[in-house]
């Protein structure tokens, strides 16, 4: 499985974008990008998947370069509902074990 | 459609009881999970399940036994409770292979443990 170090916070302010990066370097070739969001007492939830190049949702955009070795999950204009941890994963669909990091504490301040 | 239901949800024990976590999904997944996260930290893997009737060890096993005997759900066990084993416990769900959004996990609510 793939190791990912990510930062362990961030801090912003509402309407400002903001990008995290995850670093996966033994990222295999078969390998997902995975990014959830965890509100505090809540489990995570999937926020957006992308294997290369550029993946947007109605939530996030994911760049991947070439070489896969990272990702930055990127948030458009956020608000303070955006205050959340983010785990970066890595893995394919045949991976059952599935580890989560520290993942990083983004807060957002008016 | 509930999703991923853990019962029950709050839970106090005193060291040395014993309980049993369930953990119920109406999606037909095949992998289930479970997690413990600590207060400020991240989810760690306890132990995980690839199908009725299997069971493997994650990160932290030590203290925890699991059974899935029926596909939908996945019980997670403390034969004897410790104060260290309190927690927040995650159980979640995953399609293995042709799921809409690869190894998508699904999430329950959480069961807050505290062990005295």
């Known amino acids: 499985l793939a190791k990912t170090t990510q930062p362990i916070s961030m801090d912003s302010y509402e309407g400002q974008e903001v990008n995290i990066t995850c670093s996966h370097n033994n990222i295999a070739t078969n390998d997902y990008i995975t990014w959830y969001q965890q509100f505090p007492s809540q489990g995570p939830r999937f926020i957006i998947q992308g294997y290369k190049t550029k993946v947007t949702n109605e939530v996030a955009s994911l760049f991947i370069p070439a070489d896969r070795k990272s990702s930055t999950l990127s948030l458009p204009r956020v608000s303070l509902s955006d205050t959340a941890v983010y785990y970066c994963l890595v893995g394919n669909s045949s991976a059952s074990k599935i580890i989560f990091g520290s993942g990083t504490r983004l807060s957002i301040r008016p | 459609n509930a999703g991923v239901t853990q019962t029950p949800k709050f839970r106090v024990l005193k060291t040395g009881q014993s309980m049993t976590l369930l953990c119920a999904q109406d999606?037909?997944?095949?992998?289930m999970y479970w997690y413990r996260q600590d207060p400020g930290m991240g989810l760690r893997l306890i132990h995980y399940?690839?199908?009725?009737?299997?069971?493997a060890k994650g990160e932290v096993p030590d203290g925890y036994n699991v059974s899935r005997l029926k596909k939908q759900n996945f019980l997670l066990g403390l034969e004897s409770a410790a104060p260290s084993q309190t927690s927040v416990y995650f159980c979640?769900?995953?399609?293995?292979?042709?799921?809409?959004?690869?190894?998508?996990?699904?999430f329950g609510e959480g069961s807050r443990l505290t062990v005295l």
């Open positions: 399940s690839v199908g009725e009737g299997t069971t």
């Open positions: 999606m037909n997944h095949e992998y």
């Open positions: 979640a769900s995953s399609y293995d292979t042709g799921g809409p959004r690869t190894g998508e996990l699904f």
